[in-house]
């Protein structure tokens, strides 16, 4: 065998053993907690049928145009080759299959058909869900279309919009129009007050024309934009920080396909999103329509924001599915130690975590999901409205981290190929991590919780509590009483918090921001999944998840404030620690 085994390896001979790779299965019937809690609360047979022939059409040709989009970057084209300036952006055949399949499969549209009322978003997100991770990051322009969709429908669908919203609900591929969201620009991409530079200039018809600098513009082959800019007085002047911002409509092509008071300077190059174009454009008398009252711009472009923030979130759950399917499927069938990984306990463990996690994430973005399909067919309360509010920033900002943590963990589940280019493992970690900073960073998102908290009045506040309260009253599992007991706790501490932080300097509550965002995320999450696990249809694989989520620091803003980090002595003893 000695001399066999030399022979084998001799020369061109590489051995017999190939490794198998993991298979990519129908994302739907492998996920049962996505088919459990449609069973819960949207039994219904179309949807169901859909999401499977869509789960059955993703593996058996999408993922490899998602693959295709990856390997087939984008690329400009700024002369022809005559020397006429024609900024053109080229996109892959598989990207613009993207388009045609989004329309097709009502990806937006289905947000806006609304055949199942108020499920109509969850049913609309679950697709997009499934989608995602295969779309070689379609579901960003997607998100930008849905999000200018809404903010035309909240202004009143007419003149000047009412095609470009046709366009952009639309499932006719010939007819579907996707959007951009031009917001950031050299100055400032978070402070959009003071970033804005930008100027609109009055014409006598009653349009505009933009002329400023847009440092970031994603997907930016798409036909529409909304965009911020000032508007110029008879003088001249403009009107500084937000109150000088107005939200404008610009059509991004003529008849011709040309850009039109636009130069294009040049693509971005990126750690991930390398799939999508994303530009630096300077306007230079883009023609536009003011859509927005006069300095309620970024009131007005909001919505949008609410919307992109959820299908951000929604992207963040579905990358950590999508690894965690393909992890566990390796594990059947690679050996290590002279046994499949499935069966080393200390594996099972981390993809039991990573599966905990991802529960938790799936459940806090399918509610946030749940509660704009109420508020736009007019069921939500009051307090279902504050929820929304409050629990968007918070999904975005917590599901954006926990993507990069666990799909960079996922990629450690398959070992060194995880870190191999033609795997297409390594462009889920680079796409997740612009998860975090596009549609606000964690930070600012932070910031933005604290924000809506203390411009209700307390009334944010006292729907989150009364909410998650109702949640562990309503479950009854005695095996579940721990985890009540550990969100209960956290609760209690929270409350408590919020009272002392109060009596406090401002200053107190900023530095707590992100640890007060994380604290509301785990522990509606905490309450979420012992809600889920306490349905009827559940199983014990729910209830230990709930278990294991409530067994971590839910509160982490009530342990940092008892070792003192939001004292005002921490800023400047920060300060001189990063600048030692
Ligand atoms: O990154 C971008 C696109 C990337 C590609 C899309 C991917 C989508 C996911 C795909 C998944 C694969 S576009 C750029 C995104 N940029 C940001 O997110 C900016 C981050 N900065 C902020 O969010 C800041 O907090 C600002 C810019 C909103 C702060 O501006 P102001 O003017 O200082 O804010 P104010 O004064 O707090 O708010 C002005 C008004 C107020 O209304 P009124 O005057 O009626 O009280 C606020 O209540 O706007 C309202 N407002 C909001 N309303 C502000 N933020 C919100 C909000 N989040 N929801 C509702
Ligand atoms: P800055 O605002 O300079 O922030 C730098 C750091 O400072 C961050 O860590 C932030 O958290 C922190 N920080 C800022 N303010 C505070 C504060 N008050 N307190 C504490 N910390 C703070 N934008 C668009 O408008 N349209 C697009 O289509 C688009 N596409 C993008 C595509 C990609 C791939 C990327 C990477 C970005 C894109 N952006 C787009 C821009 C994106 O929205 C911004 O980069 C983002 O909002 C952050 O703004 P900034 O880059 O100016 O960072």
């Known amino acids: 065998p000695g001399a ?22 129908n994302p739907f019937l492998e996920d049962t907690l996505l088919q459990g809690y449609l069973k819960r609360h949207l039994p219904n047979e179309a949807v169901y049928s859909d999401l499977r022939v869509f789960g059955e059409r993703l593996v058996r040709e999408v993922d490899g145009w998602g693959r295709e989009c990856e390997v087939t970057p984008p690329r400009l084209v700024t002369y022809d080759p005559w020397g006429c300036r024609v900024d053109r952006i080229v996109t892959s055949p598989a990207w613009q299959r993207m388009k045609d399949l989004s329309a097709q499969e009502g990806l937006v549209a289905i947000g806006y058909e609304r055949r199942y009322g108020e499920w ?6 679950c697709k997009l869900y499934l989608y995602s991770p295969s779309s070689g990051l379609y ?8 999000g200018a969709a809404k903010v035309i429908q909240s202004l009143g669908v007419s003149w000047p919009v009412a095609d470009a919203f046709s366009r952009l609900t639309s499932r006719d591929p010939e007819h579907f129009w996707t959007s951009g969201q ?14 804005t530079e930008t100027v609109a200039l009055p014409q006598s018809d009653g349009t505009y024309r933009l002329s400023g600098f847009k440092w970031f513009t994603s997907a930016t082959d798409a036909d529409m934009t909304l ?14 920080g937000s109150r000088g911002l107005s939200m404008f409509y610009a059509a991004v092509r003529d008849e011709q396909g040309m850009v039109q008071g636009i130069e294009v300077q040049r693509l971005k190059d990126k750690l991930g999103t390398r799939q999508m174009p994303t530009a630096e454009l300077l306007l230079d008398g883009l023609p536009a329509h003011r859509l927005s009252e006069e300095g309620r711009g970024v009131a007005c472009i909001a919505n949008m ?4 923030r959820i299908h951000n979130s929604v992207s963040a759950v579905a990358g950590m599915r999508r690894v965690l399917q393909l992890a566990r499927d390796y594990a059947t069938r690679r050996s290590a130690f002279g046994k499949l990984l499935r069966d080393h306990p200390l594996h099972m463990q981390t993809l039991a975590r990573m599966e905990v996690e991802t529960r938790g994430a799936f459940l806090l973005v399918m509610e946030v999901c749940r509660l704009i399909g109420r508020e736009e067919t007019g069921h939500a309360s009051q307090q279902e409205t504050h929820l929304l509010r409050l629990l968007t920033p918070v999904a975005k900002l917590y599901t954006g981290k926990q993507a990069v943590a666990v799909i960079s963990e996922g990629l450690e589940s398959f070992g060194g190929q995880g870190y191999i280019e033609d795997t297409g493992l390594p462009a889920m970690l680079r796409d997740a991590q612009v998860l975090s900073i596009w549609e606000g960073t964690t930070n600012v998102l932070s910031l933005d919780v604290l924000r809506c908290v203390s411009r209700s009045s307390g009334l944010v506040l006292q729907a989150y509590f009364t909410h998650t309260q109702s949640l562990l009253a309503a479950a009854s599992l005695p095996s579940l009483s721990v985890a009540v007991r550990s969100v209960d706790r956290a609760l209690s501490g929270l409350r408590e918090f919020l009272q002392a932080a109060a009596l406090k300097p401002p200053g107190f509550i900023e530095l707590a921001a992100r640890d007060l965002a994380y604290s509301l995320a785990r522990i509606y999450m905490g309450a979420l999944l012992i809600d ?29 404030a008892a070792i003192g980090c939001y004292n005002m002595k ?4 920060d300060a001189a620690l990063v600048y030692e």
């Open 4 to 25: 066999e085994r030399q022979a084998e390896f001799s020369r061109a001979g590489i051995g017999g053993f190939f490794q198998e790779r993991p298979m990519l299965k």
């Open 182 to 195: 031009w917001m950031t620009e050299r100055r400032g991409g978070s402070d959009v007050g003071n970033g």
């Open 227 to 240: 965009t911020l800019a000032r508007v110029t007085d008879i003088d001249g002047q403009t009107t500084s």
């Open 139 to 146: 579901t960003c322009p997607l998100a930008m279309t849905d």
């Open 570 to 573: 921490t800023p400047p003893l």
């Open 305 to 308: 924001l609410t919307v992109t």
């Open 120 to 125: 109509s978003r969850v049913y609309q997100m």
């Open 532 to 560: 889920h696990a306490s349905w009827e249809g559940a199983s014990h694989s729910d209830a230990y998840a709930a278990l294991r989520w409530c067994e971590q620091d839910l509160c982490p803003v009530v342990s940092k």
